[in-house]
C-alpha cells in the first residue's frame, strides 16, 4: 500500500485511492524511487488488502516489486541523449573560442541557454522547448537584429546549427565581425559550460 494512503486510513480519514502519480502505467518501480522503496510503501497481509479494495477501491494490487525496465532503458537514453549534446558543445565551442576574430558569431538566449544547461547537467528532467531568441531580437530595416543591451551568448555557426537541428527555434542573429573582438575567456574544465556574454 501507497504509505500517504495508509496515513490518511489511520488518521480516521476516508482513505481513498492511490493518487496518479504514485503509480505507474506499466508495472515496476521507477528507477530512481527503488532504493527508498520501503519508505513509500508498506506490506499488508492479503486479508487487510482484500478489505481495504473492498471498502475503497482503489489498485492495482501488487505482489512484486522490481525496477521498471521500461523506465531504465528510457533513463539511459536520456542520459546518453545529455552527455552527447553537452560533448558536442563543448567540442565547438573550444574551437570557437580558439578562433582569434571569427568573422561572424551566432547570438543566442541566455535565458533559453540557461535552461538547455540545466538540462544536460541534469538539473531538470525535461529538455527546455524551442530556441527561443525572441527577446533579444529586434528588426530593423527588415532585418533580424541583435537588441541593444540584450542577455545573450556567443556561438559559433556550426553550434547554432547543431542546437538548431535538435531544438529548432530562432530567429537566427548572425553578426558579421568587422574588428578583432577581445579573447575570450578559454573553458576551464571538461564538464564547464560558457557562453560569453556581451552587451553591445
Known amino acids: 500500500m501507497f504509505k500517504p494512503v495508509e496515513g490518511r486510513f489511520t488518521g480516521l480519514a476516508v482513505p481513498g485511492v492511490a493518487p496518479p502519480s504514485a503509480l505507474l502505467p506499466i508495472p515496476g518501480i521507477p528507477p530512481n524511487k527503488y532504493h527508498y522503496i520501503d519508505d513509500l510503501v508498506v506490506i499488508l497481509p492479503q486479508n487487510v488488502w ?11 494490487a501488487v505482489n512484486h516489486l522490481y525496477v521498471c525496465s521500461i523506465c531504465q532503458v528510457e533513463i539511459e537514453a536520456l542520459a ?8 558536442t558543445f563543448i567540442k565547438l565551442n573550444k574551437a570557437f573560442q580558439a578562433e582569434e576574430a571569427p568573422t561572424v558569431i551566432y547570438c543566442i538566449s541566455m535565458q533559453w541557454f540557461r535552461e538547455w544547461e540545466s538540462f544536460v547537467k541534469g538539473k531538470d528532467n525535461e529538455p527546455p522547448g524551442p530556441i527561443d531568441n525572441s527577446k533579444i531580437a529586434v528588426m530593423k530595416g527588415g532585418h533580424v537584429q541583435l537588441k ?8 559559433s555557426e556550426e553550434t547554432w546549427h547543431y542546437l538548431f537541428n535538435i531544438y529548432g527555434g530562432g530567429p537566427e542573429i548572425a553578426v558579421r565581425q568587422t574588428v578583432a573582438q577581445a579573447d575570450t575567456e ?15
Open 80 to 87: 546518453k541523449r545529455r552527455k552527447v549534446e553537452i560533448d
Open 148 to 155: 541593444q543591451g540584450a542577455d545573450y551568448g556567443q556561438i
Open 50 to 60: 482484500e478489505y481495504l479494495y473492498n471498502s475503497f477501491g482503489g489498485g492495482p
Open 186 to 200: 578559454s573553458l576551464h574544465g571538461e564538464r564547464k559550460i560558457e557562453a560569453e556574454t556581451r552587451a553591445i
